[in-house]
């Protein structure tokens, strides 16, 4: 089974930026992709972006050109760079991966954009 850990959240200012990460208990190759949703007060939870095993990438329309998604296999880690944040991007962004079993969750983490 696979076990993921987040960090990274916090309180940033309209425009700046945040790095989330998320570490995986198992190797990263044998699972088929990891992504990173959010979820906001009262609204439901969307998919933000997601990385394949091999590398590819997509995301939702309201982060394209800001957002960036990526992975470091020798650390088992899938990140989350976050530039321009706007304050409709302040949600709990959960990590989560897909393997041949299943898939699984990490925790949350909180992210604020607010001045």
């Known amino acids: 089974q696979v076990q993921l850990v987040e960090s990274g959240g916090g309180l940033v200012q309209p425009g700046g930026s945040l790095r989330l990460s998320c570490a995986a208990s198992?190797?990263?190759?044998?699972?088929?992709?990891m992504g990173w949703h959010r979820q906001a007060p009262g609204k439901e939870r969307e998919l933000v972006a997601r990385?394949?095993?091999?590398?590819?990438?997509n995301y939702a329309d309201s982060v394209k050109g800001r957002f960036a998604i990526s992975r470091d296999n020798a650390k088992n880690t899938v990140y989350l760079q976050m530039n321009s944040l706007k304050p409709e991007d302040t949600a709990v962004y959960y990590c989560?991966?897909?393997?041949?079993?299943?898939?699984?969750w990490g925790q949350g983490t909180q992210v604020t954009v607010s001045s």
């Open positions: 990385i394949t095993s091999g590398g590819r990438t």
């Open positions: 198992s190797r990263i190759f044998s699972i088929n992709s």
């Open positions: 989560y991966a897909v393997d041949s079993r299943g898939t699984y």
